[in-house]
Structures are given as C-alpha cells and as structure tokens.
C-alpha cells in the first residue's frame, strides 16, 4: 500500500509564503487522486485542494483560491502544495490523502480518502 510523507511545514509571516510536498513509497502517485486537507485546533479536518487521478484536473477550496496552487511532479512521485499569501487563519496541520478509486476531482470529504500522511504544522503569524 502507498506511504505518504508530507513536508515543508513552519513559521513563516503573515503574506508570505511555503511549499508543502507530500511524497509517496509503496505506490505511483499518478494512479491516485491526491487531496490536501489541513485541521487547525478545535477545529474539524477541511478540505483544501485535490488533483485528479486521471487527468490532473484540479479543485480547491473557496478560502484558498487563487492563493494556493496544487500540483504533481511524477517524476518525483510527489504532489505539491505552493502555498502564497499566506493568512493567519491557514494555521493548522496539513495532511495529505491519497485513493486510487477517487475519480473525481471534486472529492471533498475526508473519508474518501484510504491512505494519508501524518500531517506537517504550518504557523502564519500576523
């Protein structure tokens, strides 16, 4: 079964910017829609981001749109999460999901999602 390693979480300002990459073993990321969910204290797991298996269509949340952009590097067996503009209220923990029965693109709930990373921290402060 695939592994996900997610990275690239920190402490950055409040406008800046981070790169989260989640890397996989055990299994090709091409054959999987990828999603990005992040859970902040208190707070329930929320979707951010998802790539398609089939094609690399992407779908994000209305919060992060047009800040954050997901992609897939294969050659890596990677899926990144380029995160800009960074707000305040992005803190959480970023966790990665991967299935290979997701179709489609649009995949918003967290169950889902079969296999996930055990997440990196992202702080903005202001």
């Known amino acids: 079964q695939v592994q996900l390693v997610e990275s690239g979480g920190g402490l950055v300002q409040a406008g800046g910017s981070l790169r989260l990459s989640c890397a996989a073993s055990?299994?090709?990321?091409?054959?999987?829609?990828i999603g990005w969910f992040r859970q902040a204290p208190g707070k329930e797991r929320e979707f951010v981001a998802a790539i398609s298996r089939s094609d690399s269509n992407t779908y994000y949340a209305t919060s992060v749109k047009g800040r954050f952009t997901i992609s897939r590097v294969n050659a890596k067996n990677t899926v990144y999460l380029e995160m800009n503009s960074l707000k305040p209220e992005d803190t959480a923990v970023y966790s990665c999901?991967?299935?290979?029965?997701?179709?489609?693109?649009?995949?918003?709930?967290?169950?889902?999602?079969?296999?996930w990373g055990q997440g990196t921290q992202v702080t903005v402060s202001s």
């Open positions: 055990g299994g090709t990321l091409s054959s999987y829609t």
């Open positions: 999901a991967a299935d290979p029965t997701v179709l489609n693109v649009m995949a918003t709930v967290p169950r889902r999602y079969r296999y």
